[in-house]
């Protein structure tokens, strides 16, 4: 018999213990033994299935020597960080969907993970039930990775498709969004683009092999999206997307940001919708490969958890192709980026072409909205500054 410990009884804490109850056989067939949840630290005592589980005293995971595994879902950094050292200093595997805390610590948990002969993995940081840690670092590991691109957000998706798809209020799309277990507990963090930095910073540490800092990452999230842009962009042949966006530049530089996106409707990400995520990882000898599926939610992350856990188990002797330098050097202001842009200003497409030169039209209604040739982003803010701008975007190439 194999013990875990669960930290936190939220979403992806109640479906770890979900997924080990109900996928028991096929579990115990690879494991070889039967996989057994012994402990879950809560806060609140509360009745239910777990009740004779429940401990709010870390120091018996902590100690208990039967305990071999602990999946950490409480979620933030504080508790967390000193849950996740503490059960590493002990010797037990730690397996967590916590983008914050992998995005801010990781390098040094993983180095003290390493140090302690034991894992700390966290495929579910990023996309939810989609593996895409994993293979990014083995199955791609004989790629350069020159950009990672992708909807990492599924509360973002799932409100845009509800607001474009059924006319939903934002507010009550978020509801929906909330209610079905996607959102983060406090969801400035989805709307406002950080949870999807978090993800692209993850992303970026492990393809470029080194710190990205999220303090140094622009995050955008959608509260500035307007329908009417939407609206026009469907015209013209793009659906408006939050990516979260690494870019490999020249050198050993590299490059990061979160923002809405005109994506041109042939490219598959455009199309991706609802609480789904998709990845697209850009390698030198692969090209474009795509990740999708189900980026939120109970089940999804907590089945991204649980074979993270059974990896721990079976992972003998410890694989150590994941980790990165804990340098932050080398990182790029994203506004030297190039690509079209586009823009909605209260003015003429005379106004437009003054200042941009060539431009294509794709609407003109009292105001103007149009797409740029491919300029970087500080050339778009700087030859803007004349123009008064209602909206503007990268346009995805
Ligand atoms: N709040 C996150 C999302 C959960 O909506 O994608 C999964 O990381």
């Known amino acids: 018999m194999i013990q875990i410990a669960i930290l936190g009884l939220g979403t992806v804490g109640t479906g770890v213990a979900k997924v080990v109850a109900e996928n028991k056989r096929q579990i115990e067939r690879k494991l070889g033994e039967p996989l057994e949840v012994k402990t879950v630290l809560v806060r609140h005592f509360k009745d239910g299935l777990y009740r004779q589980l429940m401990t709010n005293d870390f120091q018996k995971i902590e100690n208990d020597p039967e305990i071999r595994v602990v999946v950490e879902t409480i979620g933030g950094v504080e508790a967390a960080y000193e849950y996740t050292r503490r059960a590493l200093e002990a010797g037990k595997h730690v397996v967590t969907a916590n983008k914050q805390l992998v995005a801010e610590h990781g390098c040094e948990l993983l180095e003290l993970a390493k140090r302690k002969n034991v ?3 966290f495929e579910a940081s990023v996309g939810g039930g989609i593996p895409i840690l994993h293979p990014l670092t083995q199955c791609m590991a004989a790629n350069r990775i020159d950009e990672i691109y992708g909807i990492l957000n599924g509360t973002t998706n799932y409100i845009l498709t509800r607001m474009v798809r059924a006319g939903a209020t934002f507010q009550d799309a978020l509801r929906e969004a909330q209610e079905k277990g996607y959102a983060e507990a406090d969801p400035t963090a989805d709307v406002e683009g950080i949870d999807a930095g978090r993800k692209i910073c993850i992303l970026g540490d492990l393809a470029f092999g080194r710190q990205m800092d999220p303090e140094a990452v622009p995050m955008e999230g959608i ?3 307007s ?11 793009y659906r408006i997307k939050l990516l979260g966006r690494a870019v490999r530049l020249p ?21 991706v919708e609802d609480v789904f995520n998709a990845v697209m990882v850009r390698g030198n000898a692969t090209g474009d490969v795509m990740f999708y599926g189900k980026g939120a939610g109970e089940l999804p992350t907590a089945s991204a958890c649980v074979a993270d856990v059974m990896e721990c188990l079976q992972a003998s002797p410890r694989r150590d192709e994941i980790g990165w330098d804990g340098g932050t050097e080398g990182f790029a202001d994203p506004l030297s980026l190039k690509s079209r842009h586009y823009f909605r200003i209260a003015g003429s497409l005379a106004d437009a072409a003054a200042v941009f030169g060539q431009v294509e039209v794709l609407s003109e209604n009292g105001e103007t909205a149009f797409l740029t040739e491919a300029v970087s982003g500080q050339e778009a803010a700087q030859l803007s500054q004349s123009l008064k701008v209602l909206a503007c975007m990268r346009v995805l190439a």
């Open 251 to 271: 050198g050993s530089g590299r490059t990061a940001y979160v923002a809405p996106h005109l994506i041109p409707e042939d490219n598959p990400i455009a199309n």
């Open 227 to 237: 329908l009417q842009d939407v609206k026009i962009a469907q015209r013209a042949g």
């Open 223 to 225: 509260c500035k999206l």
């Open 119 to 121: 894992s700390y993995l």
